[in-house]
Antibody
Framework: EVQLVESGGDLVQPGGSLRLSCAAS????????MSWVRQAPGKGLEWVAR????????SYVGSVKGRLTISRDNAKNSLYLQMNSLRPEDTAVYYC??????????WGQGTLVTVSS | EIVMTQSPATLSMSPGERATLSCRAS??????LAWYQQKPGQAPRVLIY???TRATDISDRFSGSGSGTELTLTISSLQSEDFAVYYC?????????FGQGTKLEIK
């Protein structure tokens, strides 16, 4: 069974930093693109970042470029999102999703990031 | 970026009825489109990909059609568990984008 478990969400002040993690199991992690997708409270979905199977290629939505960095460790079956210079508009549930070349085939339950003073 | 527009925003229907949800793209996405279902407090779940292919373990009550800029999700004979929010998502071009969602509610 595919499992994706996010962690690291917290309350952080504007301008602060946070690192999210996603632990993957139940599939061969190194064979899949992986992504982070977020959902602001009561709003729709936004695909934030994606990373290729071997980590050689990454892509970001314009609103997070230069502030958020996606990475992975295939030896640890883990996906990460380093979040710097956080803004109130980054407040959202962040989902780890399997996929990034096409659609999200499996999703974690999400971790809540709140940016507020 | 490609803007995805879903209609209607809310659809009020009764169990047993047939529901038709629309998704329009600002430019052609060919058949590079997925549909997701999201229930309150849960993560999205993929229903359809490549416009018309049902994902694993998805009921054949769900079907997708269309291509280019006009795509449709049809749910035949609504069951109580089908009342949720539905999103379309294009993966024709990065950044991948979602529609704003259609809330399917019980009439």
């Amino acid at each position: 069974e595919v499992q994706l478990v996010e962690s690291g969400g917290d309350l952080v002040q504007p301008g602060g930093s946070l690192r999210l993690s996603c632990a993957a199991s139940g599939f061969t992690f190194s064979k899949y693109w992986m992504s982070w997708v977020r959902q602001a409270p009561g709003k729709g979905l936004e695909w934030v970042a994606r990373i290729k199977e071997d980590g050689s290629e990454t892509s970001y939505v314009g609103s997070v470029k230069g502030r958020l960095t996606i990475s992975r460790d295939n030896a640890k079956n883990s996906l990460y999102l380093q979040m710097n210079s956080l803004r109130p508009e980054d407040t959202a549930v962040y989902y780890c999703a399997r996929g990034g070349a096409y659609y999200g085939s499996s999703w974690g339950q999400g971790t809540l990031v709140t940016v507020s003073s | 970026e490609i803007v995805m527009t879903q209609s209607p925003a809310t659809l009020s229907m009764s169990p047993g009825e047939r529901a038709t949800l629309s998704c329009r793209a600002s430019q052609s996405v060919s058949r590079s489109l997925a549909w997701y279902q999201q229930k309150p407090g849960q993560a999205p779940r993929v229903l359809i990909y490549d416009a018309s292919t049902r994902a694993t373990d998805i009921s054949d009550r769900f079907s997708g059609s269309g291509s280019g800029t006009e795509l449709t999700l049809t749910i035949s004979s609504l069951q109580s568990e089908d009342f949720a929010v539905y999103y379309c998502q294009q993966y024709s071009k990065w950044p991948f984008t979602f529609g704003q969602g259609t809330k399917l509610e019980i009439k």
